[in-house]
Structures are given as C-alpha cells and as structure tokens.
C-alpha cells in the first residue's frame, strides 16, 4: 500500500545556514506525543491538510491539521483512532480510511457527511487506498484467498478486493481478483493503489509476487482495468527487470497512467535499486518508460508525485550509498516525457523521523511537508525551479530510456460477501501551532543523526537491524498503533521476526536521534 502510502527517511544532518523564505515554519501539536506524518493533501483554494498519527497505543488516534497556503494551522482535529490515508475529492471535500476500517466522507470545511464501517473482515484484512471520481468512492484492500474460497485452502496467497460506494457512502458494488494457478508461484496481489478516470475507468495497480518467493524482491508491478461496473476490461504486469518494487499510480491531465517505482539493475541483488516510470495509455499500451540514477549510490526510490498545471512531474526521491549507510533526500522535476528537468537536494538539519510529502496548491506552489524531530512537522513552499528552498544543493539525476515489457496476467474472481454499515464518526478540537523555522532554533533539537538499516524488506518475518550507534530502544508498532514487540538492544545490530503480514513502524532510539522506517511483512 500507498501507506502512502510513502514516508521517506531523512538522516542528514544541518548543513550550514541558508536563507529562510517567510513561509517556512515548524507545526507541533501541543500534548501530544509520537507524531508521524501520513500524508499531505491539498484544501483547494485554502491551503493544505495533514494527516498525522500519534504512534506508541492502541488508543493514541491521529490529528488533522488544515494550514492556510504558507503552511499556517487554521484548524486541528483529533481522532481517537489511526487514519491510515486520505484524500482530497472533486467536490473539495476529503476522502479517509481509519484503522478500524471505517471510511468516512468530509466536506471542506472537515465536517463528518457520512461513515460506513467493514463488518466482520477476515482476520488477514488491510487495506485503505483510496479513489474517486464523479461522485463514486472506491476503496482497495488485501485478503488472504483461503480464507474467503476454501478452494485455496493450500495456499496463503493475498487476493485484492476493490469497493464502490456511492455518493451517500452505501456499497455499491465489490469485487474481488486473485491469482488461482493453484502451483507453488501462485501470485500474491499486494499493495493494491487505485486510481478512477472521468469515464467511470478504475486502474488498480499491484506488486505481485509469486507465494514461492515470498519475502524477496521478485516484485512484479502489474495493472488491472475495470470498468463502470467493475468488470475486468485488461490486464497486464510490466517488468523494468528481474527485481522490481511498483510505489504508486497516477492518472495524468492527458488520461494516461503513470506508474513509478524502482528497479533491480544488478543480478541477484535487493538492495541495488533504480527509479523508474512508466506512462501507458487507456489500453495499457506502454508509451514510454524511463529509469533514473545517480552517479554512484547504492539504491534510490521515489514517493508520490505532484502534477503541475503544464504537465511536468514533481517527485520526492531519496538514494542512498553503501557502507558507511548514507541517505540524500532530494527533489526531481521531470517533463512530460521522463526527461530530467532539473534535481535538487533537500537538507534541512533534522533530528527524527522525516517523512516528506508534497502537495500541489495554488499559482504553481508546491507545499513541502516532512518530519523534523518529535513531534514537529516542518513546512516549506517550492517552485518548479527548486530554487525558493532553504538549505537546498544542487543535484545531477541520470536518465535513461528503458523498455517496460508487457506480460499477460488473467485475474480471477473470488466470491465473498464484504459487509459495511453506517456508523458514527466525530472529531474533538486539537490544537497546532506554528514557529518560525529554516534555522531551528526554537526549541529544536538538531543532534548528529545516526543511520539505521532495516532490512530485508519486505521481509518474510525474520528482520535485520542496523545502526551507526548502540540502539537504546527497538519498538515495533502494527498498522493501529499497538506495541507488538520491544527490545533493548544496547548493540549496533539486531534480529526480530515478526509472525504476522501486514504493515509495521520499527522505531529505533539511539542517543544521538531516533528513527522510524516503514517495514512491509509478507504472507508465508
């Protein structure tokens, strides 16, 4: 999933002084602890929305903070439970999925429309990638097939389940995909991202990964097409190379379909990653695809995109060297073709968890929103150019065509009967507040930063833990906040296993910082 979906990790320490814009500001949220940012939304016309999550109990729940267009709070909501994802609709209101699988409608002013809760999922159930479009809301999860078709009974594959609901958030319509080969390289459907066109067009885009290989980097991104109804019109996987990771979809101005993720480009290697993308038309015909480097790093990957209104792509991406561990965080401007247009480095001094997120506002701006130290959100304002950033550094990307092989895939359907109902769903005032920021020196914490390493992942369950520093604490929290496993290392390394599928934060406290990494656990 789009855990998005796609937080990034900062581990760069301050790098001089530089020129703050007056826009630039660090958000807290006074009494609350352990935040994390999920995501970032635009507020047509009004500015951004965030969503962020207080980690560490069951109960903690999460925060949304509205900000006027320079990145200013003029609202907080807390809920007392974790939203996972959320986006924004057509009619400006806001999209969002809860940790206890409760999708809820809001208006633009973040007033509660309506709220349906799944019923009784299977145990294996995840899921919270959202679309829409026209007044229809779809919502993508996961769920292992044996458990709703006792035909797959040998077999621990992950089925992909899509919803329709209307526009009074009723179920309108569900159906259910599956890889049925019924042989050891049976395929996992994992991390389903949605995307709806005008046409009434759904695109669900997945790494598969057949059950044999479970745990390894053999992902294969693959595209569903269904129709109004949601019926399965084509589909196909689309392999850059052997070793593959697919990090979202994007339905570009043009209708066409954008895939990014990264790519092997040494055998028999998970960690040596490349960034790619890949456009493909309505029939999934593959327009063109391009692959991106630095000069030397051992592995990159990229986040969400933004659109900008001339049809030129904005990414978050990070690539990171070998040993001694180094992560660089940067910005990628591409045209409409995957051609690099311009690459900057993103440096602020940080001390925590710095996950990063853009969004688009308004007259080409492009709001810039990552972690900075506990519980402090930073915000920055951007052009196309990269130029307006404080403690910004020039950057060379290296592109280069590649070619994005089509191969068939033939789906199945599953039949199970999902129910939701409609529920309750209310939020209490927070508060957030606003500092000035560039030079943190308002009671920011900005120490040396250490590097972590958790690897492999995905993973299978046994997982490896490596820091610069003696970690003083190893935390692991599941998709609603709860602890499900503590340590105190006192060492630079460590191995855990973790039972159960799904999707983790693995927080590491060493002296000098503390970390948290997303870790994806697959079924066995």
């Known amino acids: 999933m789009h855990m998005r979906s796609l937080s990034f990790l900062f581990a760069i320490a301050a790098s001089g002084a530089a020129l703050c814009q007056s826009n630039e500001r660090l958000i807290t949220l006074p009494g609350l602890d352990s935040t994390q940012l999920i995501t970032t939304v635009t507020r047509p016309g009004e500015g ?69 809760t799944l019923q009784s999922p299977p145990l294996t159930w995840s899921g919270g990638e959202l679309a829409e479009s026209n007044g229809a809301y779809y919502l993508a999860g996961i769920v292992k097939s044996q458990l709703i078709d006792t035909f797959q009974l040998n077999y621990g594959t992950y089925a992909a389940a899509l919803f329709q609901f209307d526009g009074n958030g009723q ?69 850059p190379s052997t070793y593959n990771g697919l990090n979202g979809v994007t339905l570009l101005p043009t209708g066409d379909l954008l895939l990014y993720g990264n790519h092997g480009y040494a055998n028999g290697s998970c960690t040596d990653f490349r960034n790619y993308i890949g456009v493909l038309d309505t029939a999934g015909t593959v327009l063109f695809a391009k692959s991106y480097r630095h000069a030397d790093p051992l592995s990159h990957t990229n986040g969400r995109p933004v659109v900008l209104g001339d049809g030129t792509l904005l990414f978050p991406e990070v690539h990171s060297t070998a040993f001694p561990f180094v992560t660089t965080r940067y910005f990628h ?16 001094p940080s001390g925590f ?49 590649i070619a994005l092989t089509p191969l068939p895939f033939t789906p199945h359907y599953l039949e199970h009967n999902f129910v939701f109902a409609d529920t309750a769903y209310t939020f209490t005032p927070a508060t957030a507040l606003a500092l000035p920021a560039c030079d943190f020196s308002t009671g920011v914490n900005t120490p040396h930063v250490d590097e972590v390493l958790v690897f492999p992942n995905p993973s299978t369950g046994d997982v490896r833990v490596q820091s ?3 970690m003083q604490e190893l935390i692991v929290l ?47």
């Open 171 to 239: 179920l309108a319509d569900q159906v259910i995909i599956a890889d049925t080969s019924h042989t050891s390289f049976q395929y996992n459907l994992y991390q389903p991202e949605v995307v709806a066109g005008d046409d009434g067009s759904v695109y669900m885009a997945l790494n598969m990964l057949p059950d044999a290989m479970a745990g390894t980097c053999n992902r294969q991104p693959a595209v569903v097409k269904f129709n109004a109804d949601l019926e399965v019109q084509w589909s196909s996987r689309y392999l």
């Open 468 to 470: 610069e520093e003696l």
């Open 333 to 348: 401007h591409v045209d409409a073709q995957g051609n690099t247009i311009a690459s900057q480095r993103f440096t602020q």
């Open 48 to 116: 951004y929305l965030l969503l962020t999550r207080q980690a560490g109990t069951v109960d903690a729940g999460a925060t949304l903070i509205a900000t006027d267009p320079n990145g200013a709070p003029v609202l907080a909501l807390h809920s007392p439970e974790t939203i996972v994802n959320m986006i924004t609709c057509s009619d400006s209101g806001f999209l969002a999925f809860s940790g206890n699988r409760t999708l809820l409608k809001m208006d633009p002013t973040l007033n509660v429309e309506w709220a349906t």
């Open 478 to 524: 599941d998709a609603l906040g709860r602890i499900v496993l503590r340590s105190a290392p006192r060492t630079t390394a460590a191995s855990m296993r973790i039972a159960s599928a799904g999707v983790y934060t693995v927080r590491i406290t060493t002296n000098a910082s503390e970390h948290l990494s997303k870790l994806v656990i697959e079924g066995y």
């Open 353 to 401: 968890n710095f996950a990063t997120q853009l969004a688009h506002g308004d007259d080409s701006i492009i709001g810039v929103f990552r972690m900075n130290a506990p519980d402090t959100l930073f915000f920055a304002a951007i052009d196309a150019s990269l130029s307006t950033q404080c403690y910004s550094l020039p950057d060379a990307v290296i592109d280069s065509t």
